[in-house]
C-alpha cells in the first residue's frame, strides 16, 4: 500500500453488463493500493455484471448513476474493456458527456481494450495516439487517431493499454498519470470544453 494518490478520488465508468472483470478489478485494486478513493459509476443504479471473456463473472455493486455525478468531483477516470461494456457506454449520452469533462479539464484518462469505443464517441481522440484492441485501429483511425501497437501508451493524461496481458503496465501508468494530475496537454488536444 502506497500514499501516491492519498487524497485523491477516481471514477470507474462502466456499462451495466458486458464489462471484462479483470479490467475492472486489476485496475480499482492498483489505484486503491495506491491510497485513492474510488467510485463506480454505471447508467443504471443497481449492479454491473461483469464477463470473463464470454462467460459471467461476479457483480459488483454502482455507487452512483453517472447522470448524477460530474467530472469535476473526481481527479482521474478508468474506463475498462470488454466488447459490450463500451459499446453500451457510446449510445449513453450521460456517459458521453461524463468523459468529455475530464477531457476538457486536463484530467488523466485511462482505457483499455474496447474501452476507446467510448472515446471515439466522445469525441476527444483526433488528433490523439493510442493504442487499443487490435480490431478497434480502423475506427480510431477513421475517427482521427494514430493506432500504435503497445503495451502501454501515454499521450498527455490518456493512458491506452491493448488486453488484459497489459494489465501490470496499465495499472502502473494509470497510477503514475492519476498521481501527476492535470495536463494542460490533455484540455489543448481534446477538441471540447
Known sequence: MSD???????????????VEEVELTEPLKAVREAGAEVELLAPEAGQIQAFNHLDKG???????????????????????????NPDQLRTKPEALEFVRGFFAAGKPVGAICHAPWTLIDAGVIEGRTLTSWP?????????????????????????????PDDLEAFNAKI??????????GQREKSNVG
Open 58 to 84: 461476479d457483480t459488483f455493486d454502482v455507487d452512483r448513476r453517472v447522470d448524477e455525478a460530474d467530472a469535476g468531483e473526481f481527479d482521474g477516470l478508468v474506463l475498462p474493456g470488454g466488447v459490450a
Open 135 to 163: 480490431s478497434l485501429q480502423t475506427d480510431l483511425r477513421n475517427a482521427g487517431a494514430n493506432w500504435v501497437d503497445e503495451e502501454v501508451h501515454v499521450d498527455q493524461g490518456l493512458v491506452t493499454s491493448r488486453k
Open 4 to 18: 501516491r494518490l492519498q487524497g485523491k478520488k477516481i471514477a470507474f465508468l462502466s456499462a451495466n453488463e458486458g
Open 175 to 184: 497510477v503514475e498519470e492519476f498521481a501527476e494530475g492535470v495536463h494542460e
